[in-house]
């Protein structure tokens, strides 16, 4: 089957068990009735890319890039999802956050079940977060209460897979996502955006890795950032 060029997806790695694709920000993972006006997705574009099923192993949300695996057969599916499960998968990104968090830290934190739903009354569930900040930016305009904006990129581990769970966990220590609609806030969320020409959630999954299956070596599957992320990893001198 044929796939136009516009549809095509950048296929990071493939083997006989397993496919990964860069996942461009604003594709859903797979069809939902909680976007149900969008008609295309990232398991239905690769399946017409391939002409071969897939079977989807993880999410990202629409907003978030980067490093999407998906397994060629639903026996590899089933024992990679028990890795899932289990916590045998690592899961890095690269996250642009409001405020100067810590150096270094770790939310624990149990999140709710459906982040869409009011908290109240849900079953809370263990939710664990390492971070790493890897620079700190002070930006020349408002927000509000300072005449100059804080901003920091961090390198996250999720040790955990809750829905929403890194934008979940940085709002709960006051450093929200930038370009978070539903945790963030809009006013930094433009300002930031007309500052750095882009208007996206700052969040990319970097890096995968997949512990091996019937014999088969581990795999690390990795996603070097976009272009708008540029100016954010350029050397920066230190935090005071």
Same mark, same amino acid.
């Not at 399946?47 to 079977?55: E, G, H, I, K, Y």
């Not at 955990?160 to 006051?174: D, L, P």
């Given at each position: 089957m044929d796939t136009p060029d516009s549809d095509l997806l950048r296929v990071l790695h493939a083997d006989d068990d397993v496919v990964a694709i860069d996942k461009p920000a604003g594709l859903l993972v797979h069809r939902?009735?909680?976007?149900?006006?969008e008609t295309r997705s990232a398991a239905e574009l690769l399946?017409?890319?391939?002409?071969?099923?897939?079977?989807m192993l993880h999410r990202l949300d629409k907003a978030t890039s980067g490093v999407?695996?998906?397994a060629r057969s639903a026996a590899v599916a089933s024992r990679l999802g028990e890795a899932f499960t289990a916590g045998g998968v690592r899961k890095r990104?690269?996250?642009?956050?409001?405020?100067?968090?810590?150096?270094e830290g770790e939310i624990d934190y149990a999140l709710a079940r459906d982040p &869409? %739903? !009011?908290?109240?009354?849900?079953?809370?569930?263990?939710?664990?977060t390492r971070y790493r900040r890897l620079a700190c930016f002070e930006w020349p305009f408002a927000d509000g209460l300072h005449a100059a904006s804080r901003y920091a990129l961090v390198e996250v581990e999720p040790l955990?897979?809750?829905?929403?769970?890194?934008?979940?966990?940085?709002?709960?220590?006051?450093h929200p996502l930038v370009g978070?609609?539903?945790?963030?806030?809009?006013?930094?969320?433009?300002?930031?955006?007309?500052?750095?020409?882009?208007?996206?959630?700052?969040l990319h999954a970097t890096r995968? &890795? %997949? !512990?091996?299956?019937?014999g088969a070596a581990p795999r690390v599957i990795e996603s070097a950032p976009g272009g708008e992320w540029a100016p954010l990893l350029a050397p920066q001198p230190p935090a005071m």
């Open positions: 939902s009735s909680l976007d149900a006006h399946r017409a890319q391939l002409d071969a099923p897939v079977w999407l695996a998906f990104y690269l996250a642009l956050v409001r405020g100067w968090p810590a150096a &869409e %739903l !009011p908290s109240a009354g849900q079953p809370r569930l263990p939710a664990v955990s897979g809750r829905r929403h769970q890194i934008r979940r966990h940085f709002k709960h220590i006051a978070d609609t539903t945790h963030g806030k809009s006013a930094h969320n433009r300002a930031v955006a007309a500052w750095l020409g882009t208007s996206r959630l700052w995968l &890795e %997949l !512990p091996g299956v019937d």
